[in-house]
Antibody
Framework: QVQLVQSGAEVKKPGASVKVSCKSS????????LHWVRQAPGQGLEWMGW????????KYVQKFQGRVTMTTDTSISTAYMELSRLRSDDTAIYYC??????????????WGQGTLVSVSS | EIVMTQSPATLSVSPGERVTLSCRAS??????LGWYQQKPGQAPRLLIH???TRAAGIPPRFSGSGSGTEFTLTISSLQSEDFAVYYC?????????FGPGTKVEIK
């Protein structure tokens, strides 16, 4: 069965960077786009962008341009999301999510368990 | 950016009741809409895609309808495990956007 297993919680200081991993199993890693979605405490869901594991193509939400980098390591079926110049309002649970079909823009039917990133001085 | 709005923000319901949640898009998105359920401490769970198609394993008491800008999620008879927050999401345009959610709580 499809599984997305994310790395553990992180505590960072403002201005630092964080890199969250998402290890995939149960399917061919390069066949499906992976997206990243975040959720601030008690808030709704915010889409951040996607990566195509087949060729490394990415698309990011404008508000994160210049601060976010999504990458993959196909040898270990793992995706990464790195967010730099962290601010307190980046405190959130970060999810990786997979689409159900070989299209880039659709719903997400598989989600990682989430990684809490806390930013505090 | 397409703005998604949901109403009501909170709904107090008794088990067994029929529940109707609304989602509106700021411009037409055809039927490119999904619904998710999220319980505390869990990742969202896909319920509906294409505005009205149930995802795999979703019980038939969940149904979706609508197109264009107005959408509805209906739970025909609310079960205890259905108390959660429900989000809609459009995938017609970039950026993908979610509604703010409707919390369904026990009355």
């Amino acid at each position: 069965q499809v599984q997305l297993v994310q790395s553990g919680a992180e505590v960072k200081k403002p201005g630092a960077s964080v890199k969250v991993s998402c290890k995939s199993s149960g399917y061919t890693f390069t066949d499906f786009y992976l997206h990243w979605v975040r959720q601030a405490p008690g808030q709704g869901l915010e889409w951040m962008g996607w990566i195509n594991p087949k060729n490394g193509d990415t698309k990011y939400v404008q508000k994160f341009q210049g601060r976010v980098t999504m990458t993959t390591d196909t040898s270990i079926s793992t995706a990464y999301m790195e967010l730099s110049r962290l601010r307190s309002d980046d405190t959130a649970i970060y999810y990786c999510a997979r689409v159900p079909a070989r299209v880039v823009a659709t719903v997400f039917n598989h989600w990682g368990q989430g990684t809490l990133v806390s930013v505090s001085s | 950016e397409i703005v998604m709005t949901q109403s009501p923000a909170t709904l107090s319901v008794s088990p067994g009741e029929r529940v109707t949640l609304s989602c509106r898009a700021s411009q037409s998105i055809s039927n490119t809409l999904g619904w998710y359920q999220q319980k505390p401490g869990q990742a969202p769970r896909l319920l509906i895609h294409g505005a009205s198609t149930r995802a795999a394993g979703i019980p038939p008491r969940f149904s979706g309808s609508g197109s264009g800008t107005e959408f509805t999620l209906t739970i025909s008879s609310l079960q205890s495990e259905d108390f959660a927050v429900y989000y809609c999401q459009q995938y017609n345009n970039w950026p993908l956007t979610f509604g703010p959610g409707t919390k369904v709580e026990i009355k």
